[in-house]
């Protein structure tokens, strides 16, 4: 069953803008944090943006002042927005959401397939 679905990437232009979103299924419990990793090629997968469900938000140093990473809790809903891309920011962008730790459980991390971003110089 698909818990995670991702939308928004395709071919820009760099300088140009992109939206991602993702949804999260009923079926992931105690979400804390949504957000987005990505993976370039021939790179590690590494963290872009997070959004934890007090809003708190974390973000990569590459991208700050230009990705902005949002949220609605009711909705389990995660978005980036991608302004002033840069073609180092090609990669598969793959959702994230990650559960409460509890006295009984760990936290589970749940990931999106993926989506590529492509930026052309």
């Known amino acids: 069953q698909v818990q995670l679905v991702e939308s928004g990437g395709g071919l820009v232009q760099a300088g140009g803008s992109l939206n991602l979103s993702c949804a999260a299924s009923e079926t992931i419990f105690r979400i804390n944090a949504m957000g987005w990793y990505r993976q370039a090629p021939g790179k590690q997968r590494e963290l872009v943006a997070t959004?934890?469900?007090?809003?708190?938000?974390v973000y990569a140093d590459s991208v700050k002042g230009r990705f902005t990473c949002s949220r609605d809790n009711a909705k389990n809903t995660v978005h980036l927005q991608m302004n002033s891309l840069k073609p180092e920011d090609t990669a598969v962008y793959y959702c994230n959401a990650r559960t409460y730790d509890t006295a009984r459980n760990p936290g589970l991390n749940y990931w999106g397939k993926g989506t590529l971003v492509t930026v052309s110089s």
């Open positions: 959004v934890t469900n007090g809003g708190s938000t």
